[in-house]
């Protein structure tokens, strides 16, 4: 989704974020990550006005002081910045990629079962699987640190089961251009 | 120094993660080796924090890197990021190359008889925002700036009114999102109505 991305031409406009819809953002970070509310409140202060800035493809990215914190796919779920997941690693749950997967990671390729099934991989146990459609951190084996953010594209259960195609949408990763612009 | 500290909330926030990163490659310290700089990473480090170097790059480290991955494939990592950085290096260069032969152009077009706009292209060559630029001319000048396609579909910045002297200026002070355009590299051209033309 950043592969290429220059503010110049995919940056639409920018508008600060009314009031209330800055609640129903922050009720929506609240219900789809795992972060309480006063660690939100860290990074994103309730009385710091959070910038919206709309680009295309219906990508709506999130800014506070200029600096992205999270963006939302037409109305998808809402997935942090790289950046910001570096920081709270636990707001979403944790699939990996083997070894070998991780350039293709790092060149935006969408993320293949057997990279997540194999033994450098990891996903979730059944008794915590994660839904189709839901946004997950990708890590890297041997990496302490997330390389990707994504969304599923089956169930985590069903990935294991059918093990091959596309597990996980790769959105957002190191050294996309969001990851290299830093300010918007 | 007011608030009362008494009365903490019952939970308490989770204290970010501090993440190393590269200030060659921007990556976490341990993406380096995907990146297509490596070797100046690793010189970087090595100047910066000997252990930390070690941590990553030491032979054990690098024995245990290797995880599951097999011996060809991480041979072929290794090519391939000495390809990288070497295709990295060459998009540089070339960059640059591009960017010293780019031209800024300031134009002073005639609207009529009393009236003029100006027109900058090219500055999008140095890096420079054409919309934020826009917005700083619009300010300096107090009047109407703003980023527009030219004939040939490229764009550029209309000021209006004559200020071509003084964009000229603001570039040579690199003043504002202006920095670092060599003058040289600019030129300035009178657009002027043909006769009749009215
Ligand atoms: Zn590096």
Known sequence: MFKKFQPSTDISGQTSVKSSVQRSLRANVLAQWNINPETLEEFWPKKEPITLVKCREHISIYTLHGEPLFLQHYDGPMLPTLRLLHKYPFVLPKVGVDRGAIRFLLAGAPMMCPGLTSKGGYLPAADAAVPSGKAVAIFAEGKEHAAGIGITKTDTEEMKRVNKDVGVETMHYLGDDLWTLQKL | ?198
Request: one cysteine or more; aromatic letters at 6%.
């Open chain 2, 1 to 198: 120094m007011a608030s009362t500290t008494e009365d903490a909330p019952a939970t308490l926030p989770t204290p970010p993660v501090q993440v190393l990163y590269c200030e060659v490659c921007s990556f976490p310290l341990e993406y380096c080796e995907f990146g297509s700089s490596l070797t100046k990473c690793k010189e970087w480090l090595q100047e910066e924090d000997i252990d930390l170097f070690n941590r990553y790059y030491s032979e054990e480290a690098l024995q245990t890197k290797l995880g599951t991955l097999s011996l060809e494939a991480q041979t072929k990592l290794e090519k391939d990021t000495a390809k990288k950085e070497a295709k990295a290096a060459a998009k540089a260069d070339a960059a640059l190359k591009k960017k010293m032969a780019s031209q800024v152009t300031i134009k002073r077009i005639e609207r009529n008889k009393r009236k003029h706009v100006t027109s900058v292209h090219g500055l999008e060559a140095f890096g420079v925002d054409l919309k934020k630029a826009a917005k700083q001319f619009a300010q300096k000048f107090a009047t109407g700036a703003s980023v527009t396609k030219n004939n040939q579909g490229q764009d550029e910045i209309v000021v209006q009114g004559d200020v071509s002297g003084e964009i000229l200026e603001m570039i040579e002070e690199g003043a504002g999102v202006l920095k670092g355009i060599p003058v040289d590299n600019v030129v300035e051209v009178e657009d002027k109505k043909k006769k009749g033309g009215d």
